[in-house]
């Protein structure tokens, strides 16, 4: 077999423009702010300043993980279940009026958020949700259901029909086949949506800024944004602040790594 040296070479070179930003945000974390502005920058600090994260855990940063905790899970948990009942109600339904539903959730792809923001905030006001963690979750679940639809309706597809013939001659209803055959099946493709979402819910900056006002309502980004124009100046401080930030989400897709390639690939075979 010919080896791609081209290829290879290409993709070591994308693999080091990746990591380079990393590792300066890493090494700069752990420098007092005397050793960032009189060493080299791309090299480590000799003495670790631990002291960073001690400040960053000293203003509030507990308080904005957890509100960042709790949006993802209360995005993504209902994000999942719907999507999947959804997916699964229009791939196996034979009912004519269905078939245009996967397109109709698929419009949601070509509508950008931005232009639907003031919209939503005339909607959270009049339902007395302003400011609320409540008011991040919604619209995350709504935008994030036309992708994960497709996602779990491409692995449904690859579900053999045989499968559910044989429950049916068992005697299993509707509900059964989906909770006992298709749920365990599409796992990987399930995991692959709720990794996608908690990130996208994480790192999600737009809503939290408009539709909240209170400091005990901030999550990750806006306090990371916020913390930034405190320590402006301290620039290590900054950046242990967006490692400590950055821990939780990497942790989950180690957990669910192993699941997303077959989970992004499921039906491409058909």
Known sequence: MKRNWIGGTFGWLWLLAVLLPLYFVAITSLKSIST??????????????????????????????????????????????????ASYATVRS????????????????????????????????????????????????AFGLPLSILIISNALRDVPGELFEAMDIDGCTEWQKMWRLAFPIVRPALVTVAVYQALMSWNGFLFPLILTQSPDMRTLPLALWSFQGEYATNVPVVMAAVVLSSIPIVLLYIVGRRYLVSGMTAGSGK
Do not use: C, K, W
């Open 36 to 85: 960032y502005f009189g060493s080299n920058p791309v090299l480590p600090s000799p003495q670790l300043a631990f002291e960073n994260f001690t400040a960053v855990l000293e203003a509030d940063f507990t308080t904005y993980l957890l509100n960042s905790v709790l949006v993802a899970l209360g995005t993504v948990v209902p994000l999942v279940l719907m999507a999947f009942m």
């Open 94 to 141: 034979r009912h004519r009026l269905f078939r245009p539903v996967r397109s109709l959730f698929l419009l949601g792809l070509a509508i950008p958020v931005q232009a639907t923001i003031v919209p939503i905030y005339l909607v959270i006001i009049r339902m007395h949700m302003y400011d609320s963690l409540a008011a991040l979750m919604l619209p995350g679940i």
